[in-house]
């Protein structure tokens, strides 16, 4: 009977062990859900303020520093502060004034990254029309952007 009570009380104690691990995992799911469908608003609204030259709300989906790779800077990751992005988009809409960004899709990928495929249109300073693929992916980390890898091939 001793042993009967035995096996009774494992039994008990793995169940709530793994309904635990269970509730947990579930959890974690939610969590990685709701990161990702956060981090797809963020990006979104990046978007939605560079098409609008909104270069301070833009700024401010930032750390105060974050790292960039863009050709636009070399080929090395830079550091720049929210000022010196609003500046840097605030000389690039004075010689592309009309400059606008669509996406074309979003690809999240884990709870800190998303990927945005997307074409960017304009007419360049020498009075050419363009339109660029570009991807970017963004790593968001406590609600803001803390890097931003963008590649295009930079004609």
């Known amino acids: 009977m001793?042993?009967?009570y035995s096996l009774f009380a494992?039994?008990?104690l793995t169940i709530a062990v793994l309904s635990a691990c269970s509730v947990q995992k579930q959890e974690s799911k939610q969590s990685n859900t709701n990161n990702t469908a956060n981090n797809e608003a963020i990006a979104r609204q990046l978007f939605d303020h560079f098409n609008k030259h909104?270069?301070?709300s833009m700024a401010a989906l930032y750390t105060e520093t974050a790292e960039f790779?863009?050709?636009s800077f070399g080929k090395e990751t830079v550091k720049q502060t929210r000022l010196q992005t609003v500046q840097k988009y605030t000389e690039m809409q004075k010689g592309m004034p009309d400059i606008?960004?669509?996406i074309v899709a979003i690809y999240p990928s884990g709870d800190k990254h998303i990927v945005v495929e997307f074409i960017s249109t304009g007419t360049a300073p020498n009075g050419a029309k363009f339109s660029l693929p570009i991807c970017s992916i963004l790593t968001i980390?406590?609600?803001f952007i803390t890097r931003d890898f963008?590649?295009?091939d930079n004609p």
């Open 150 to 152: 963008t590649y295009y």
């Open 141 to 143: 980390e406590n609600g």
């Open 69 to 71: 790779k863009d050709p």
């Open 54 to 56: 909104d270069w301070q």
């Open 10 to 12: 494992l039994a008990i």
């Open 2 to 4: 001793k042993n009967l």
């Open 100 to 102: 606008r960004d669509s």
